[in-house]
């Protein structure tokens, strides 16, 4: 946003359709934590929520990086036990 100039607000709805995506993924963005990879930068204005190009351009490399590192593998908790009572 550099330059002087003022970027432009967009709702909700015209960033998920900038970004292809449902409106309920936006939200979901800006409701992530501040600091996780996940959160989209937004402003609130009353009970209504912006963003601008920049901020979805920051957040689509920071989503982008995450899923071009290795998957952790992922244990389900309880998972033997469910097994062996099923067995039984």
Do not use: C, D, N
């Not at 709702?11 to 292809?20: D, H, S």
């Amino acid at each position: 946003m550099g330059g002087g100039a003022m970027a432009r607000l967009m709702t909700v709805k015209e960033a998920a359709e900038y970004l292809g995506v449902p409106v309920a993924h936006v939200y979901e963005a800006m409701r992530a934590m501040p600091g996780r990879r996940a959160h989209l930068r937004h402003v609130r204005l009353g009970k209504r929520r912006y963003t601008t190009q920049e901020w979805l351009e920051e957040w689509i490399q920071r989503v982008a990086s995450e899923a071009e590192a290795p998957a952790r593998p992922m244990r389900l908790m309880g998972e033997a036990a469910l097994f062996e009572e099923a067995e039984g």
